[in-house]
DNA sequence: TTGCTCCTCACGTCACGTGAGGTGGC
DNA sequence: TTGCTCCTCACGTCACGTGAGGTGGC
């Protein structure tokens, strides 16, 4: 990953360099790293696009942010429109990702007939 | 898929319609729709970029002919070569496959445990 | 103080998307 | 014969890659 993808992302809104040396260098925490890899893992594993990915990353923001205000029972409603809104959400993704999933077992079962294929021509050529 | 994408295909070489009309419309057969979903899979599933699929492509295209010609007995030396470049091929491409499905398998438990969380969440509020 | 790193434009790339305008076959 | 489909440029887009040239902090 980049110096321009880290700008990128920054450009789009979706990772924010935690601090800036008074010169106006950006620094990134061991946290802006780890949402590094969480944009990547989404690129790569589920092909999201960063519009995407911004909406799910906006939604793990506010649900941390439930989780760290636990303590004032005051908003208990809207607490319970989050939470509603984020099992929507990650379930919504557990099922694309299990799809991809059954998706790959399948490649993967047409890649083991194709070894056996192969192996099969080679018994024959030597037998 | 569309228009655009067959064309830019067949720029690149990794798809020739297999008939034209005799005004010069391109016809796709059977096989080759086949064959562009091929290139789909390859693209989504194991993000593959268009060089990388040509090569993979033209590896198969020439596994088959082998297979086509199975019968002159003659090249056994040439065809034991192309067995083994074959071999080698799919077994790398398995191993980024297996790869790729174990990310997929850690990614769904994570996925489980958020909901398992949001769940808990839910129980403690109504509780 | 001197490199060196980081900075901001800005153009290039890959895999198409999307009209713009024109010819030719059911 | 008349639409309509397919054709070829060609510019736009997304997610960066890659220098070009300049300032500022170990």
């Known amino acids: 990953v980049t110096e321009r993808a ?3 992302y ?3 809104g979706i990772l924010e360099p935690s601090a800036h040396t ?8 061991r946290a802006d790293l780890e949402r ?12 999201l696009n960063l519009d995407e990915i911004a909406a799910v990353l906006r939604n793990e923001d506010r649900t941390a942010e439930i989780r760290a205000a636990y303590q004032d ?6 607490r319970r429109e989050l939470l ?3 099992l929507a959400l990650v379930t919504e993704m557990r099922q694309t990702v299990e799809a991809k999933r059954e998706a790959l077992d ?3 079962a047409d890649l083991d007939t ?6 099969a021509a080679f018994d024959e050529q030597s037998g």
């Open 106 to 108: 399948a490649f993967l």
């Open 73 to 78: 029972t005051t908003q208990s409603d809207q």
């Open 6 to 8: 880290l700008r990128y």
């Open 36 to 47: 590094v890899a969480r944009i990547r893992e989404l690129q790569t594993l589920l092909g």
């Open 22 to 29: 008074k010169g106006g260098m950006r620094r990134y925490s």
């Open 10 to 12: 920054q450009e789009l």
């Open 114 to 119: 194709r070894i056996a294929r192969i192996n």
């Open 84 to 86: 509603i809104e984020s």
